[in-house]
């Protein structure tokens, strides 16, 4: 069992950064995979970013790329997302979630088992 809790989210300007956190607790020996996702109203959610927990290879959607870093403190058990240039477009309800079904890809919400309850980030024009 993973428990995860995400913060750092909130109200900023377009061009603005935040730096959101998750933090594992739990049986954290079993992560392979911390993702984030994020969800908007009315839409479905969908993958931002991603780092493995041993080798911390990353990846991210193209939308984000350039713009988010993803990041981890394995002895911490928190995985990082820091956000730069902040668009109107990634508002949404941000998740952090942990693998068990690793044979998915990691961009694939149905890789992933354990989530957080998420935190509202909110961008303004």
């Known amino acids: 069992q993973v428990q995860l809790v995400e913060s750092g989210g909130g109200l900023v300007q377009a061009g603005d950064s935040l730096r959101l956190s998750c933090a594992a607790s739990g049986r954290t020996d079993s992560i392979h995979t911390m993702g984030w996702f994020r969800q908007a109203p009315g839409k479905e959610r969908e993958f931002v970013a991603a780092i493995s927990w041993s080798g911390g290879n990353t990846y991210y959607v193209d939308s984000v790329k350039g713009r988010f870093t993803i990041s981890r403190d394995n002895a911490k058990n928190t995985a990082y997302l820091q956000m730069n240039s902040l668009k109107p477009e990634d508002t949404a309800v941000y998740y952090c979630?942990?693998?068990?079904?690793?044979?998915?890809?990691?961009?694939?919400?149905?890789?992933?088992?354990?989530w957080g309850q998420g935190t509202q980030v909110t961008v303004s024009s």
């Open positions: 979630a942990v693998d068990r079904n690793i044979r998915y890809r990691v961009s694939s919400s149905y890789r992933y088992d354990y």
